[in-house]
């Protein structure tokens, strides 16, 4: 398994931005298809973004498209996730995961088997 440790998260208006980071180490960074996902409280974990091993391939959910973008650089083992426009709805966790079972769909959160701590977006209105 790699080790994820993300970072970037905070309090923001409605309409503003942020961007989170998310460092992995133990394993080889590049071999990993990458995601973010999310859950606010009493709901259950969703997709929300993700990319390729290489980075030329992106995915979205349809409540942040056009609005994040995800992004990685495999030189510093760092993956990213630009939010803009930020609405209150976007409040929660964002986890990044590495994914490991191909098999199954990018969306899934049973396609990943190494996951960050978290950390906290909040938006205010």
């Known amino acids: 398994q790699v080790q994820l440790v993300e970072s970037g998260g905070g309090l923001a208006q409605a309409g503003g931005s942020l961007r989170l980071s998310c460092t992995a180490s133990?394993?080889?960074?590049?071999?990993?298809?990458m995601g973010w996902f999310r859950q606010a409280p009493g709901k259950e974990r969703e997709f929300v973004a993700a990319?390729?091993?290489?980075?030329?391939?992106?995915g979205y959910a349809d409540s942040v498209k056009g609005r994040f973008t995800i992004s990685r650089v495999n030189a510093l083992n760092t993956l990213y996730l630009q939010m803009a426009s930020l609405k209150p709805e976007d409040t929660a966790v964002y986890y990044c995961?590495?994914?490991?079972?191909?098999?199954?769909?990018?969306?899934?959160?049973?396609?990943?088997?190494?996951w960050g701590q978290g950390t906290q977006v909040t938006v205010s209105s």
């Open positions: 133990g394993r080889t960074f590049s071999d990993y298809a």
């Open positions: 995961a590495a994914r490991s079972y191909t098999y199954i769909r990018a969306s899934s959160p049973d396609a990943y088997d190494s």
């Open positions: 990319i390729s091993s290489r980075g030329g391939s992106t």
